[in-house]
């Protein structure tokens, strides 16, 4: 199956400091993207949906301002968790796809606000 | 909008039997149902889908099978081996739709296969 690739796997920061994950997709060209958020032994929560070229749409509850999502190509989708604080800390996942085509998931980005 | 629930939380199994994870959805509409693995510290990844033009399809140990008319389907995995310990997730969503294909998952199922 296509490959989508997230960065970092894990990363811990300091409270009030701002922290970005990137999801890429390697081998095709992602039209949209899902950003996830996943707590210990949860199922997977959607943040947000983001199309290439377009500002993303939050789910309801999501702070647009704390989560900033940026699809600037076909193959790159970033998430910005600004102003982290502990309650941020959490599995973050991606997933990419492409038309109608199943959803190709990232191996998720651990973080860890101290 | 879209509400699954997958049952059972937790499942024990003795390797070489079999596990079956059921799901339930809201939206008729929704047409694609995908199931997921999860081992601990990584995402998601597909191990079978199934659209609501077909009924059951089969992969290997893994087997997934779906009633549209009461809105439910469900995974089934034969000859369980330890590997197969991980989580579960099933899924539904409406393929088409120009926003994209939202998923919407299930609680998750937490299998344990004893040696």
């Known amino acids: 199956g296509a490959v989508v690739s997230q960065h970092p796997s894990r990363v811990i920061c300091k409270s009030g400091t701002s922290v970005k994950i990137e999801c890429r997709s390697l081998?095709?060209?992602?039209?949209?993207m899902f950003w996830y958020r996943q707590f210990p032994k949860q199922s997977l929560m959607l943040m947000a949906t983001?199309?290439?070229?377009?500002?993303?749409?939050?789910e309801q509850g999501v702070e647009k301002d704390k989560f900033l999502i940026n699809h600037a190509s076909l193959t790159l989708s970033t998430l910005t968790v600004t102003s982290a604080h502990p309650e941020d800390s959490s599995f973050y996942i991606c997933?990419?796809?492409?038309?109608?085509?199943?959803?190709?998931f990232g191996q998720g980005t651990r973080l860890t606000v101290v | 909008g879209e509400n699954v629930e997958q049952h059972p939380s937790t499942l024990s199994v003795q390797e070489g039997d079999s596990a079956v994870i059921k799901c339930t959805y809201s939206?008729?509409?929704?047409?694609?149902f995908p199931w997921y693995k999860q081992e601990l510290g990584k995402g998601p990844q597909l191990i079978i889908d199934i659209r609501s033009n077909v009924g059951e399809k089969k992969d290997q140990r893994i087997a997934v099978t779906l009633n549209k008319t009461a809105k439910h389907f469900s995974l089934h995995i034969t000859e369980t081996q330890p590997e197969d310990s991980a989580v579960y997730f099933c899924?539904?969503?409406?393929?088409?739709?120009?926003?994209?294909?939202?998923?919407?998952f299930g609680g998750g199922t937490r299998v344990l296969v004893k040696p």
């Open positions: 899924a539904a969503t409406e393929l088409y739709k120009a926003a994209g294909n939202k998923l919407t």
């Open positions: 997933s990419a796809q492409t038309g109608t085509t199943e959803a190709f």
């Open positions: 081998d095709f060209q992602a039209t949209t």
């Open positions: 983001s199309n290439e070229g377009s500002k993303a749409t939050y």
């Open positions: 939206d008729s509409a929704s047409n694609y």
